[in-house]
């Protein structure tokens, strides 16, 4: 699968993470590209990210077909508000106002 390349590339240098990571809060907007994943919850997203990095292809597909995790179907619009000081993820409003996370190596 194609997007679990890019996930990979993402994260490859993506650390853990924890629960107590630092949110700093910003003001922009930004396109997530086709194909770009991006998740209902910080912990989906992690979650996520781990089956990527332990190539579970399986395990994040279900991800994606349970709704915990979407994947766009061409460019999004979206408005940043939050991202994570020391890591590599930021939450973000869709144009019908429901916030997700993604990876900021995904946002253009």
Same mark, same amino acid.
Request: some cysteine; hydrophobic content about 40%.
């Given at each position: ?9 993402? %994260? &490859?240098?993506? &650390?853990?993470?924890? &629960?107590?990571?630092?949110? %700093? ?10 194909? &770009? ?72």
């Amino acid at each position: 699968m194609r997007n679990m390349i890019v996930v990979a590339g993402l %994260v &490859a240098g993506l &650390a853990a993470g924890s &629960a107590q990571a630092e949110w %700093v809060d910003v003001s922009y907007t930004a396109t997530l590209p086709n194909e &770009a994943v991006y998740c209902e919850g910080q912990k989906n997203l992690r979650s996520f990210i781990g089956y990527v990095q332990d190539q579970d292809e399986r395990g994040a597909m279900r991800m994606i077909s349970t709704g915990d995790c979407r994947m766009t179907n061409g460019p999004l619009k979206i408005s940043v508000f939050q991202e994570e000081k020391d890591d590599e993820l930021i939450t973000f409003l869709t144009p019908s106002g429901k916030a997700f996370y993604t990876l900021k190596g995904y946002v253009k």
